[in-house]
């Protein structure tokens, strides 16, 4: 009984704060990479899924130092910035899309590479870990909607 009330606590505090702090995330997966032998231009198949309201964590910015060898001067800066990101998801907006490692998230036109996901209590939420990827490829799938409104007269007249 306890455990049903600490569930049923735990969703709403996740649907309170997807109220005020949900925005939108859109997941996608590889699922397969055709080449053309010939031009040697890769051609993924992609699906993804959008969660309209995703609980988006502050980004953790680290400074990363990395050295190519020992006991040597360096000739450029071997400092670099990396951003973790944290987002909760409500396993409920997913449907049967599953999260995996090789996965990537769009978050404000950023791409993250998924580090990590995993269930929180009971499945109540899933915690994703993403690592920002620089310079690399969206491969960003774009919803259009075109709307348009033809006007047609027609003026009748004696000859």
Do not use: C, W
């Not at 049923?8 to 053309?36: A, D, H, P, S």
């Not at 995703?54 to 910015?61: E, G, R, V, Y």
């Not at 915690?127 to 033809?150: F, Q, W």
């Amino acid at each position: 009984m306890a455990v049903q009330k600490q569930t049923r606590f735990i969703r709403k505090l996740i649907y309170t704060l997807k109220k005020g702090y949900g925005f939108q995330v859109t997941f996608y997966k590889v699922t397969n990479e055709t080449l053309n032998l010939e031009t040697g231009a890769r051609t993924p198949t992609i699906i993804y899924q959008k969660v309209n309201k995703a609980i988006i964590l502050p980004s953790d910015l680290q400074r990363k130092f990395e050295s190519d060898s020992t006991d040597k001067g360096f000739n450029y800066g071997a400092y670099y910035d990396t951003a973790l990101r944290k987002l909760i998801v409500d396993p409920r907006d997913l449907g049967d899309f599953n999260i995996d490692t090789d996965d990537y998230f769009i978050v404000e036109g950023e791409r993250f590479q998924v580090v990590r996901a995993f269930k929180l209590y009971n499945g109540t939420a899933i915690l994703v870990l993403g690592r920002h990827v620089e310079g690399s490829k969206r491969y960003m799938i774009t919803d259009a909607h075109i709307e348009s409104t033809l006007i047609v007269e027609q003026t009748i007249g004696e000859a």
